[in-house]
């Protein structure tokens, strides 16, 4: 049972911030999660970090202007995430709005695996294009940027992935998580570092007096797709990526989004024009994930690329490859938890699991939800064709995923036959036949690397609220602000009577809470246990619309049963 715990408030810090125009709630839930200063939080563009302070952005700039001045053929080449996605899409559109004659190639998960392989290259090569450009991937790539380079076509690089102890030979590579970059954002996603690199090569642009006289391209109409792919991507929302999610919501609300990301909304049954970072993050980036988790990602990106008229049934599309992958998610849990019956979180650091027929493209999600419910680093593995299983983990605060798997390499060489990813998630490969090898490395690592707090496992809050702060315009000033990894959307903490619960839907809680004389509706989603008559609940605020009126509820995160 996770531990409650309070996130520390400066009292000083939280009262310069009352006077500087913030309500007592919102100035403790700021200062709370480090913000000192109003600036901190205003998300405006100028507040933007420069292009040039990212390490080989100005170098790209001049390679992408010479190509578009040449008019050469440039390709693309995506990954097959959310994250690749929006950026592919976010380099189509920008590149033609700079002039550029470009296409783009995404690999398909179940056929060809991750990144710029050498069969890729090879598939690219076909396509005669002058310069190949990775986003979201390549940092890694060290045979595929061999393979181009063999053939001819130089390679530029863009990508936020962690990069292996050597680089790829590219022609260029502009990652802020490259050695000697000192760009103080390192958590920009593929699609932010595709954005910077398109502000460097129009600055460079305008330096050759490309515009003299004539409007620049305005890139803030590529905002909308890099604030989904930074939002489904889960980066650390630092101030610099808080912006970037910031005006591209801005962008939707006003009505400004692509047809794509409308048609999107549409699918999902919401408005574009009312979009939170919640929208982002569970109805449009789950839509489209599922084209590359179990078809090809290139529906995806044509969704995002469309016009008005084709946008929706693409859209639809989407929404039913989801509704599959929900289905194709549900069964595999389901085995996963008859699997791990015995499995005792107690006696173990870490959680492997993996079942012949698992669908390769949805065990990111299961290692997840298994994750959530053991809190214990997990690796799920599903098998391919080429006697290979492939893994994807998720990891705890406390383990930095990237750097565990990196230990078992070097301490048991061959083991692990390709890794890759950051701190929370990442994937790898092993052969089919080392699995129960993998498995005791991988507990042997997080044996060493965790701490008894680590796998306990701490529920932050900020603490009570007062019952005057719990409203409905308090409640949608919180839904419409800028939440997520690293600035982590309000929990509160407090003790009430259970007056009603009924279930819904045979899977949901409805209940009337009570506290101090005043009662609130509640839900508790995904649980229809029911709770006993006083709770101390861990929840967040939320709206409610139904036939047409407005209301306030609490949902519930976390309860722990109290004496009456």
């Not at 050695?179 to 330096?207: H, I, W």
């Not at 996963?336 to 999600?365: C, E, N, R």
């Not at 061959?414 to 498995?439: E, N, P, T, V």
């Not at 509160?492 to 509706?521: A, N």
Request: net charge negative; proline share 5%.
């Amino acid at each position: 049972m996770p531990q409650i715990s309070t996130r520390p408030v400066s009292r000083d810090i939280a009262q310069s911030l009352e006077q500087q125009g913030f309500t007592p709630a919102w100035a403790r839930l700021l200062a709370a999660r480090g913000v000192t200063d109003a600036s901190q939080v205003s998300h405006r563009l100028p507040q933007l970090l420069s292009p040039q302070d990212l390490l080989n952005s100005a170098r790209a700039a001049i390679l992408l202007a010479d190509a578009i001045a040449q008019k050469k053929r440039l390709l693309i080449v995506a990954d097959y995430d959310a994250d690749g996605a929006t950026a592919c899409a976010v380099g189509m559109k920008g590149l033609r709005m700079l002039g550029a004659s470009v296409e783009y190639l995404v690999p398909n998960r179940l056929v060809h695996g991750y990144g710029l392989t050498p069969e890729i290259v090879r598939l690219a090569a076909a396509r005669t294009p002058d310069l190949l450009i990775t986003v979201d991937n390549g940092i890694a790539a060290v045979e595929g940027v061999a393979e181009a380079n063999r053939l001819g076509i130089p390679v530029l690089v863009t990508d936020h992935h962690l990069p292996g102890e050597v680089l790829p030979d590219a022609a260029c590579i502009v990652n802020p998580n490259q050695p000697d970059c000192t760009f103080a954002s390192k958590n920009l996603a593929g699609v932010g570092v595709m954005f910077y690199v398109l502000l460097a090569v129009r600055a460079e642009q305008r330096g050759r007096g490309l515009y003299a006289g004539n409007p620049e391209p305005d890139l803030r109409e590529l905002l909308d797709l890099v604030a989904l792919g930074t939002v489904a991507d889960v980066v650390k929302l630092d101030a610099n990526n808080r912006t970037l999610v910031a005006q591209g919501l801005a962008r939707m609300r006003a009505g400004k989004a692509t047809p794509g990301i409308n048609a999107l909304f549409l699918a999902a049954g919401a408005d574009s024009r009312h979009a939170t970072v919640f929208d982002l993050g569970f109805k449009l980036g789950p839509r489209l994930n599922a084209a590359g988790r179990i078809d090809d990602m290139a529906l995806g990106i044509e969704c995002l690329l469309a016009t008005d008229s084709n946008a929706r049934p693409l859209a639809q599309r989407l929404n039913a490859l989801n509704l599959e992958r929900r289905d194709i998610e549900a069964d595999m849990q389901d085995e996963a938890l008859a699997v791990l019956a015995d499995f005792k979180a107690d006696d173990s650091t870490s959680l492997t699991a993996y079942q012949p027929g698992w669908h390769i493209g949805v065990i990111g999600i299961l290692a997840s939800r298994l994750k959530d419910k053991f809190h214990r680093p997990t690796i799920v593995f599903a098998s391919n064709d080429a006697g290979e299983l492939k893994g994807s983990g998720r990891s705890i605060p406390g383990l930095h995923l990237r750097d565990a798997l990196d230990l078992i390499d070097k301490r048991h060489p061959g083991l692990i036959l390709k890794f890759g990813g950051h701190a929370m998630a990442a994937g790898l490969s092993i052969s089919d036949q080392r699995y129960l090898d993998f498995k005791h490395a991988f507990d042997e690592v997080t044996r060493e690397l965790l701490s008894p707090a680590d796998l306990e496992g701490i529920l932050e809050t900020d603490g009570e609220l007062a019952l005057d702060a719990h409203s409905y315009a308090f409640a949608q000033a919180l839904e419409n602000a800028i939440w997520g990894q690293g600035f982590p959307a309000p929990l509160f903490v407090g003790e009430f009577v259970v007056q009603s619960q009924r279930v819904l839907k045979e899977k949901h809680l409805k209940l009337k809470l009570l506290r101090d004389g005043q009662t609130f509706d509640a839900m508790h989603f995904f649980h229809p246990e029911p709770l006993p008559d006083h709770i101390r609940a861990v929840y967040a605020l939320m709206t409610n619309e139904y036939n047409g009126t407005q209301t306030l509820q609490l949902r519930l995160q976390h309860w722990e049963a109290q004496c009456g």
